[in-house]
């Protein structure tokens, strides 16, 4: 039963739109490099939109922890998702702080980054080819991974069969696949979401 994430959500229809599919994730990107950023405001606005049943991730990078807890204080996420350097020992930090899970985001290059991946201490991990590069990474070194995970990094309907076939996956996450012009498109939303449910 892979689980469907679906990151960069950032106008009122792009709610619409989730709350229609009934996802089982949506993230928000408070990365402000980030082309889909939006505002501690404008999130807030939005998760008043989103159906009780979806679950908001924030998505952070490098960020404080006192500014992660603001957005938990605020009812705007359920669920912490680093995606920078964060260290074990910022993941300890953070935990002892707040009981909302943490999904953790490796960059995979190496067996190395596959060897961190499986002993953190985040609740959730996501394995991905780097930040929202909407290409996929080398699926062959994730073979044996033997921990539940994310996976992310240019998952479109032209893989998702091979995704889950070959690595059953927790979940998977697509955000730039599933748009068009920036913005997020229903119709690749929804051809996206009735292929994973298939696979049910």
Not at 25 to 37: D, H, L, N, P, T
């Amino acid at each position: 039963m892979t689980k469907i994430k679906i990151c960069g959500l950032k106008r009122e229809e792009d709610i619409n739109y989730a709350n229609n599919l009934k996802l089982d994730y949506i993230g928000f990107v408070f990365a402000e490099k980030s082309k889909r950023y939006v505002s501690l405001e404008e999130a807030k606005k939005l998760k008043n939109l989103l159906s009780n049943e979806i679950k908001s991730v924030g998505v952070f990078v490098n960020e404080s922890i006192e500014n992660i807890l603001r957005y938990i204080d605020e009812d705007i996420i359920d669920i912490i998702q680093l995606h920078g350097d964060e260290t074990e020992e910022y993941i300890s930090k953070l935990k002892s702080k707040t009981n909302n899970k943490i999904i953790k985001a490796f960059e995979v290059k190496s067996e190395n980054d596959l060897e961190l991946a499986k002993n953190s201490s985040a609740d959730y991990i996501l394995l991905d080819s780097g930040k929202g590069t909407g290409k996929t990474f080398d699926w062959n070194k994730i073979k044996s991974f033997d921990r539940n995970f994310f996976l992310a990094g240019g998952i479109s309907k032209e893989n998702i069969n091979e995704a889950i076939d070959k690595f059953n996956p927790y979940a998977l996450d697509a955000s730039s696949s599933l748009e068009t012009n920036d913005v997020k498109d229903f119709e690749k939303m929804k051809e996206f979401v009735e292929i994973v449910r298939r696979k049910r």
